[in-house]
């Protein structure tokens, strides 16, 4: 148990009706999950209002309510405590209900639109082999030292950041590394965390179906720099064109990284091959098992954020040479007869271009680049013509899919991406609704030496429609795919 009054401390108050000197049980903003004693925060959600549910919350035995609007009906046996946003105050609330774990350990947090899961997992993998007891809170998985848990969200809710960074504390974590989303910085899911550092990696065109304008989602994301103290390390990707607006007004150390700019971490590619990238770093040379030009951008990243907490440069460098690629993160087999397959997460324009531009540098030309592509439902729609015509530009041949289409007809949503496919592509590309066929023709396509990109989904394991969550995994399917084919 709690008392209420500790837990308000820092939450912006407008008005008290009842008392606040009375112990709670525990926080919850999901009326559902109320019982006997809790205090339940009223949250405007996109879909649902917290507030249509505090009388459900009390006939549950809730007896605080946090709200920004007082309710009509005032219940005598409950104190209600008027903010000014739910949101900031329920992320309060969460780290005072947990004695504030975050100021306990070093938490590094990493945002942008590419490139998140991969530097903070390969952070978590880089000091856990340095012998540091780590944690992770990634769109992948949240990890424990040694103990993994599902995510369901890139930027967990305020509750679950510091329920899972309390359970690190209590099991001796010293770091944690962090995806940090638009979504959660705009939502103050990131609120009353103390973060010792955070990392900007680049900015391109993605959730403007949440965000009314690019501005905006830059905005969003430059907030979370803005607030960082001036005893914490900003490292900012100077060759993206948002990189230094990323430094300008905050207070943090400024530190820069890049491949093209003079920075204070700077790499050179020497080799660049599918077993992996010759680096040189600040005149150091580095074999690293990972691949492509955007992943040299997040190897300069984990080097420089891991000298910045103190590992030394050479150390770290022998880290790196020993990490390995994350789950879904251009992931790839050789089958029996020869074909290359690639699965990766890449679900954005930038980050498909990416991939495509990486695989046709390593390869030789002799070989076709077949790639499997689709765009989710329900989310930003101005993309689904460009990712077509990245995937027709740059492929010997593309096949438009369904990738979660979630409550809007994958017809419409293939409609639209066709849309973006070029009159002189239109006989290199092919549109199979079902995802699975889609890949199974990319296959019965290739021959061998060939290389097959499986994109959009990476370590996704379901495909969502109307609704519904199927099992679906596409390094799965294709190993399944290619094994039937090659018998």
């Known amino acids: 148990m709690k008392i209420l009054k ?17 112990a709670i049980s525990k926080i919850e903003f999901d009326s559902r999950k109320v019982e006997a004693n809790d205090v339940f925060v009223a949250i405007r959600g996109s879909l649902s209002d917290g ?39 329920l992320a ?23 490139g998140k899961t991969t530097i903070a997992s390969l952070l978590f993998q880089l000091f856990q082999k340095a012998g540091f007891k780590v944690g992770l809170l990634s769109t992948v998985k949240i990890v424990v030292d040694k103990t993994e848990y599902p995510a369901t969200h890139t930027t967990p809710d305020s509750l ?49 179906d949440y965000h009314p304008t690019f501005a905006e989602y830059r905005d969003v994301k430059k907030s979370f720099f803005d607030s960082l103290p001036k005893s914490a390390f900003v490292l900012s990707n100077i060759d993206d064109k948002n990189g230094s ?40 040379e580095v074999w690293v098992k990972l691949i492509g030009t955007f992943n040299a951008y997040n190897v300069l990243a984990i080097y420089g954020t891991a000298v910045e907490l103190g590992i030394d440069s050479l150390e770290a460098l022998r880290l790196l040479s020993d990490l390995e690629s994350v789950s879904g993160r251009f992931q ?15 679900h954005t324009p930038d980050a498909l271009e990416n991939v495509l531009k990486t695989i046709n540098d390593i390869r030789t030309k002799n070989e076709q680049l077949i790639t499997v592509v689709g765009c989710g439902g329900n989310r930003d729609k101005t993309k689904r013509p460009i990712m077509a015509k990245i995937a027709s530009d740059l492929s010997d041949k593309a096949v438009l899919t369904s990738d979660n289409p979630r409550n809007e007809d994958p017809e419409v949503i293939l409609d639209e991406m066709e849309q973006g496919v070029e009159p002189q592509n239109y006989k ?34 379901y495909q969502e429609i109307n609704g519904v969550r199927h ?17």
């Open 6 to 22: 500790d837990i308000l401390y820092k939450v912006a108050i407008e008005s008290v009706k009842g008392s606040t000197d009375i």
């Open 51 to 89: 507030h249509d549910y505090i009388e459900k919350a009390i006939q549950l035995g809730a007896k605080a309510i946090i709200c920004d609007t007082l309710p009509e009906n005032i219940a005598s046996e409950v104190t209600y405590i008027q903010v000014k946003d739910t949101n900031t105050a």
């Open 92 to 114: 309060f609330m969460a780290a005072n209900y947990f004695e504030d774990p975050s100021a306990k350990l070093k938490l590094v947090g990493v945002t942008g639109t590419n």
């Open 160 to 208: 679950t950041i510091n329920h899972y960074l309390n359970e690190m504390i209590e099991a001796g974590v010293t770091h944690c590394f962090m995806e940090v989303s638009s979504h959660g910085i705009h939502q103050k899911r990131t609120e009353a965390l103390h973060f010792v550092g955070g990392i900007f990696t680049n900015l391109s065109h993605d959730h403007l």
């Open 245 to 284: 607006v990323m430094l300008q007004n905050t207070v943090a150390k400024k530190l820069t990284y890049a491949l093209k700019s003079y920075a204070d971490y700077r790499a050179q590619i020497l080799e660049s091959q599918l077993s992996g990238l010759l680096l040189k770093i600040n005149d150091n």
């Open 332 to 346: 790839y087999i050789v089958s029996d007869g020869g074909i290359t397959a690639v699965v990766d997460y890449a």
């Open 428 to 461: 290199k590309m092919l549109r199979i609704t079902d995802r699975k066929q889609a890949i199974k023709t990319a296959c019965q396509l290739a021959e061998a030496k060939d290389i097959i990109l499986i994109a959009g989904k990476g370590h996704e394991t």
């Open 471 to 487: 099992h679906f995994d596409d390094m799965e399917t294709i190993k399944e795919i290619l094994e039937q084919l090659n018998k």
